[in-house]
């Protein structure tokens, strides 16, 4: 790795690539299409907000990674990677240590043209697709081959992902915003309102209309997604469920499945 201005920087390939995902200018055009740099996160460190020139496929080889990006955060364990389009403003953090690969390829050679984040099953097959192309040692052949073959790996999971946008309005987003420090509280929207200044039928609006969700629906996604780096970091279902709102074990793992497709155990499994 090199060092430019504090930033650093990975050599892959014979072309530079930051840390962010740019292309070092000065370095020419590289022969690859697809660019993959390995880095390691520690526990609660974040990469803060920034955007690549190239499309990313953010991926933990081990641990958790989180991603947040156009309002939503999504926790990805090693068997799911976010599809980043170049241009996308997003922060990368972790609730415990991961080692991390992320692809890098460059838009104006890449036939994908998914426009949002998007998140990617990652197959056993694609797993060591991706060590195999950080080989800087393959032939330009084999590379070119590979990077097809992970090009058709890319396919959305069929698990939903566990998004809480804030809503825009400023009182309720004061609501979210005590609600992601205190999952577990429970008070009714009417609660809520004679604490923010708005009626609970003002507050219901303003959840459905912004975020796209009835308020129990968004709270309860909140709640999962609070509860997902806890579980990557080992703790056991029933402390998490108590810690973010449930009254047992099975509702928090009846709400998991409902949401996400899968209970917290397949959601999690290598």
């Known amino acids: ?93 972790a609730s415990g240590p991961v080692t991390g690969r992320s692809l890098y390829y460059l838009p104006d050679r890449c036939p994908v043209r998914w426009s949002a984040p998007t998140v990617v099953g990652v197959s056993p097959l694609l797993r060591e697709l991706i060590a195999y192309l950080a080989d800087e040692g393959l032939s330009a052949n084999a590379r070119e081959r590979a990077e097809a073959v992970v090009l058709d790996q890319l396919r959305p999971v069929s698990v939903a992902t566990v998004l809480a946008p804030l809503p825009r309005d400023d009182r309720a987003r004061h609501v979210a915003r005590a609600l992601r420090a205190r999952p577990a509280d429970d008070r009714t929207l009417a609660q809520w309102g004679a604490e923010v200044g708005a009626s609970a039928r003002t507050l219901a609006r303003a959840f459905a209309a912004e975020t796209g969700m009835p308020f129990g629906q968004w709270r309860t996604r909140l709640r999962l997604q609070t509860a997902m780096p806890l579980l990557a970091g080992g703790a056991t279902v029933a402390a998490v469920a108590v810690r973010v709102g449930y009254a047992s074990p099975s509702a928090f793992v009846a709400a998991f499945r409902r949401v996400v497709g899968v209970p917290p155990g397949a959601y999690f499994s290598p």
């Open 1 to 93: 790795m090199l060092k430019n201005g504090g930033d650093v920087h990975h050599e892959v390939g014979g072309h530079i690539l930051s840390r962010y995902g740019h292309l070092v200018p000065g370095n020419g055009v590289p022969d690859a299409a697809v660019v993959v740099a390995s880095f390691e996160v520690d526990d609660g460190q974040w990469y803060g907000r920034h955007w690549h020139a190239t499309h990313q496929l953010a991926w933990a080889e081990k641990g958790v990674i989180a991603v947040r990006a156009r309002g939503n955060t999504w926790v990805l364990p090693p068997t799911m990677a976010l599809w980043i389009p170049a241009g996308t403003e997003h922060a990368t953090g």
